[in-house]
Structure formats: structure tokens, C-alpha cells
T-cell receptor, first 117, second 114 residues
């Protein structure tokens, strides 16, 4: 079974500080895509960052960057200069390629991040 | 690009009633996905469409659930004879496959079965 584990149910960070959210996954496939999604309170889920498994270079998107360790099946998200608007649930996910080619997303249970003024 | 929209945003129904949700994907997107998210959990895959064809259904999708995507545009998800266990957020997402793999989500429909 393909699984995603987020071991930190809740985290908090002071405004302007840096925080790292952890994610590990398990898959037998060698080619896949990893994502971090953000779900603010009562708002829709939005894509934060994506990483192709075949790329060794870690993805970066403004204040968001990842540390992708393929051998360890680890995909952590670092948020620099945290802002109040970063308060949200963060979900780690990856694309699984079923026999039918659905490319369905498999999600972790999420990490609730609170940015403290 | 107006994004993915879903209606209604909230639905309260009594056990045993039927409910229907609608999803309008991003206009040029050919793939449309339905997920279910319960409290404290990440979304779980239910089913997906490639244009108008429903190509896969999760084991989570019991016989009481049915989804359609006529003409490959909007999609509907119907739940018959609702049960309290159906209470959840139902999320729709779309993507432009195979050009991009990321999926864009709508705001969801929160279903409460009393």
C-alpha cells in the first residue's frame, strides 16, 4: 500500500521565524510526484510546492522550499520568514499511478501550523 | 481562469435522504477528481473522470454513491439513502492531464447528516 506519514499533528512558530514540517512516504514506484498543499481555516486547498522524484534538485517557491531525500523517502517543507497568513493545515501528498492511470493523490493526515504574532 | 467551484458549500440532510453535489472544474481541464475528507484526516480518493468517462472508483465509493460528468464539463456526485457516516467534506479537483500533474481543488461541500 502507498502511504504518507506526517508525524507532527500540530506545530507553532513565531512570526518571521523558520519552521520545518516533516513527511515520509512509502511507494514501490520509482517515478512519482510529491506535493505540499495548504488548507487555511474554512478555505480551499491550494498547492504550495511540487517536486518531481526524478529531479535531484530541491524545489523552491519563494519562502517555501523542500528537502527531498529519495532514498529515505522523506519530503520535508521549510517555511522561511513565517507570516500570519501561513496559519493553516499542511498536507503532504504524492501522485500514485494506479493500473488505470488515475494519478490519484494520496495524502497524509496533515500538520496544523499556527503562526504566532 | 475562475478556478474550481462547488455547490452547495454546505448541506444538512436527514438520514435516509438523497443529496447531490455539483462541481465545475477549470474550463480546459480534462480530468476531474472527487475526494472525501473527514475531520482530522487528509482527503481520500473516491473517483475520477477523464473527460466524460469515469475510469476508476475507490472501494470507499459504495453502491449508494454515483457520479457523472456529462459532456465532460461539470460533474455531479449523488449519495442515496444518506447515513451519518457520510458526513464529511466532499472535495472536487481538476487537472490538465498529462500536461501537468498537480490538481486544483474547489472549496468543497460540507455534508452533515443528522
Amino acid at each position: 500500500a502507498q502511504t504518507v506519514t506526517q508525524s507532527q499533528p500540530e506545530m507553532s512558530v513565531q512570526e518571521a521565524e523558520t519552521v520545518t514540517l516533516s513527511c515520509t512516504y512509502d511507494t514501490s514506484e520509482s517515478n512519482y510526484y510529491l506535493f505540499w498543499y495548504k488548507q487555511p481555516p474554512s478555505r480551499q486547498m491550494i498547492l504550495v510546492i511540487r517536486q518531481e522524484a526524478y529531479k535531484q534538485q530541491n524545489a523552491t517557491e519563494n519562502r517555501f522550499s523542500v528537502n527531498f531525500q529519495k532514498a529515505a523517502k522523506s519530503f520535508s517543507l521549510k517555511i522561511s520568514d513565517s507570516q500570519l497568513g501561513d496559519t493553516a493545515m499542511y498536507f503532504c501528498a504524492f501522485i500514485t499511478h494506479s493500473g488505470a492511470g488515475s494519478y490519484q493523490l494520496t495524502f497524509g493526515k496533515g500538520t496544523k501550523l499556527s503562526v504566532i504574532p | 481562469d475562475t478556478g474550481v467551484s462547488q455547490n452547495p458549500r454546505h448541506k444538512i440532510t436527514k438520514r435516509g435522504q438523497n443529496v447531490t453535489f455539483r462541481c465545475d472544474p477549470i474550463s480546459e481541464h480534462n480530468r476531474l477528481y472527487w475526494y472525501r475528507q473527514t475531520l482530522g484526516q487528509g482527503p481520500e480518493f473516491l473517483t475520477y473522470f477523464q473527460n466524460e468517462a469515469q475510469l476508476e472508483k475507490s472501494r470507499l465509493l459504495s453502491d449508494r454513491f454515483s457520479a457523472e460528468r456529462p459532456k465532460g464539463s461539470f460533474s455531479t456526485l449523488e449519495i442515496q439513502r444518506t447515513e451519518q457516516g457520510d458526513s464529511a467534506m466532499y472535495l472536487c479537483a481538476s487537472s490538465l492531464f498529462p500536461l501537468v500533474y498537480e490538481q486544483y481543488f474547489g472549496p468543497g461541500t460540507r455534508l452533515t447528516v443528522t
